[in-house]
């Protein structure tokens, strides 16, 4: 059975930073990342780094948040720094599977960044 879970989330003011971090279990995960929601608004997404390490960001984020990787312990990090109080949202970590090619989501965790 697949397991995302994830940890880190929090209040933090604006200008900090925090780390998330999500274990994921239960089969083997080709790309890992994360994606947020804000109320009202689609799931967008923020980073994304594959078994080979080669990493996406959203345009919001690029130049503040680092992903990065334990792939013999299938943990994702996410590193965000400068944080903006627009990047308050819900952040998700997501995994996808291999052979079966299906992506895992976990339950989320709460990033609230105040003015």
């Known amino acids: 059975q697949v397991q995302l879970v994830e940890s880190g989330g929090g209040l933090v003011q604006a200008g900090g930073s925090l780390r998330l971090a999500c274990a994921a279990s239960?089969?083997?995960?080709?790309?890992m990342g994360w994606h947020r929601q804000i109320p009202g608004k689609q799931r967008e997404l923020v980073a994304t780094?594959?078994?080979?390490?080669?990493?996406d960001y959203g345009d919001s984020v690029k130049g503040r948040f680092t992903i990065s990787r334990d792939t013999a312990k299938n943990i994702v990090y996410l590193q965000m720094s400068s944080l903006k109080p627009e990047d308050t949202a819900v952040y998700y970590c997501?995994?996808?599977?291999?052979?079966?090619?299906?992506?895992?989501w976990g339950q989320g965790t709460q990033v609230t960044v105040s003015a």
């Open positions: 997501n995994a996808w599977a291999v052979p079966e090619i299906k992506r895992y």
């Open positions: 239960g089969s083997t995960f080709s790309i």
């Open positions: 780094i594959s078994s080979g390490d080669r990493i």
